[in-house]
């Protein structure tokens, strides 16, 4: 439905003829005519009597108006959002529990759309506490450990990898089993109250005590200690770092992982009226990973 029409009709009843309306929208009284003519037609039913005295409406008239001026003025209104939007300049915090690709390649889309927004992100080290209780917009997590928020699928998790030097014995294989990392020394990241990340937790639920030799804080730490100390870790397929950083690395899938099959979500606290950005963000993300998912 045209937009010019709309407004033409609205402004017709509202200045009380076409002539003064024509004026008031600096359009030509004959374009203006044939607009409401265009929109009559498309509606299949006549908006004015025009055998009497000036233009009145008629029933189907008046019962349109009301739903031009809802239209009109919904969409002038999603126009200003949007250039609010658009010049809006701000912060929008996210904390990443379980790193994956999906949440990188969103914030990448997201901040070419509104580059006058900021995203950063947290990682884990720096949110291990209550994370409800920070000033985060966001939380990247395992679904099952979202504790009921609304939420977003960004990622996969379906399998594991044996992360090493590209050097180690076993950087060759095909598939590794746990029984062949018994002798190896595995570092693993920990918050600042040494709880160990769930990689520690995987092994000793399928029976296995890993020899934990290094503990740090950090990926990049992680990286830096494989590399110099030939230590190994078990790491997601979602794992973004190692693929950025494969020169001296190797990583080799963990035979019997690929009955992991676990959503990462980007959750938000409901109704959380804190950042108005955060709304932008969380809009865009639902409509940016329903395009993805259906690829």
Same mark, same amino acid.
């Given at each position: ?7 033409? $009709? ?10 003064? +309306? ?49 239209? /009109? ?16 300049? %701000? ?19 997201? !901040?070419?759309?509104? @580059? ?23 939380? /990247?997590? @395992?679904?099952? &450990? !979202? ?38 020394? $595995?570092?693993?990241? +920990? ?11 995987? !092994?000793?639920?399928? %029976?296995? &005590? ?5 503990? !740090?804080?950090?990926? &990049? ?13 078990? /790491?997601? #397929?979602? $794992? *973004? ?23 990462? /979500?980007?959750?938000?606290?409901? %109704? #959380?009226?804190? #950042?108005?950005?955060?709304?932008? $963000? ?12 259906? *690829?």
């Amino acid at each position: 439905m045209d937009m010019e029409a709309l407004s033409s $009709f609205i402004s017709i009843v509202e200045e009380g003829g076409m002539t003064k +309306a024509a004026s008031v929208l600096h359009i030509s009284q004959s374009a203006m005519s044939s607009s409401i003519g265009k929109l009559e037609k498309e509606l299949g039913a006549a908006l004015f009597d025009r055998g009497g005295k000036g233009l009145q409406l008629t029933m189907e008239g008046e019962f349109f108006l009301t739903w031009a001026k809802r239209l /009109v003025s919904a969409i002038d209104e999603g126009k200003r959002s949007v250039q609010e939007a658009i010049t809006k300049k %701000g912060i929008v915090k996210i904390g990443t529990f379980a790193e994956n690709d999906g949440i990188y390649y969103l914030v990448s889309a997201f !901040c070419k759309k509104y @580059p006058q927004i900021t995203v950063y992100l947290y990682d884990r080290k720096s949110i291990w506490a209550d994370f409800l209780s920070s000033d985060l917009d966001f939380f /990247v997590l @395992p679904k099952n &450990e !979202c504790r009921g928020l609304p939420s977003v699928n960004v990622a996969r998790r379906k399998n594991l990898y044996v992360l090493m030097g590209s050097g180690h014995r076993l950087a060759k294989r095909a598939l590794i089993q746990l029984k062949d990392l018994q002798e190896e020394r $595995f570092v693993f990241t +920990a918050s600042a109250d040494g709880k160990m990340d769930s990689m520690y937790t995987y !092994c000793v639920e399928h %029976g296995f &005590e890993p020899r934990v030799s290094f503990l !740090c804080e950090g990926v &990049e730490s992680l990286l830096d200690i494989i590399l110099q100390t030939g230590a190994v870790t078990l /790491v997601y #397929n979602t $794992f *973004r770092q190692f693929r950025q950083r494969m020169d001296g690395l190797s990583a080799v899938p963990l035979d019997g992982s690929s009955r992991e099959n676990t959503e990462i /979500v980007l959750a938000w606290r409901d %109704g #959380n009226d804190t #950042n108005p950005l955060a709304d932008i $963000f969380k809009d865009f993300a639902v409509n940016y990973m329903e395009r993805e998912y259906r *690829r």
